[in-house]
């Protein structure tokens, strides 16, 4: 199990850009896949972007395609979620999850959560 801590939302502009950060505990980090989701108001919890454990592999949704890149830094225990060109749509608030076994989009699958990061996009 691992702890996750999210940061780095906040208000901006529709166009502007933000980088998410998502702090994990433990010295096992870099054997969990890491992804991020995000839930704005009345809507179901959406798959954003997934990353492997060692950073080889990458995935992201339609949405996110072009405009978000996820990254990680295991010597710092950290997944990174760099958005740009962002939308009023992109408000929400983003979770990042972990888990040792799956790689995917799938929520359900994912043993550890982070409380999130609000992210609010103004047009």
């Known amino acids: 199990q691992v702890n996750l801590v999210e940061s780095g939302g906040g208000l901006v502009q529709a166009g502007g850009s933000l980088r998410l950060s998502c702090a994990a505990s433990?010295?096992?980090?870099?054997?969990?896949?890491m992804a991020w989701f995000r839930q704005a108001p009345g809507k179901e919890r959406e798959f954003v972007a997934v990353i492997s454990y060692a950073g080889g592999s990458t995935g992201y949704a339609d949405s996110a395609k072009g405009r978000f890149t996820i990254s990680r830094d295991n010597a710092k225990n950290t997944v990174y979620l760099q958005m740009n060109s962002l939308k009023p749509d992109d408000t929400a608030i983003y979770y990042c999850?972990?888990?040792?076994?799956?790689?995917?989009?799938?929520?359900?699958?994912?043993?550890?959560w982070g409380q999130g990061t609000q992210v609010t996009v103004s047009s």
């Open positions: 999850a972990a888990d040792r076994f799956y790689y995917g989009d799938d929520s359900r699958r994912y043993h550890d």
């Open positions: 433990g010295r096992t980090f870099s054997s969990y896949t």
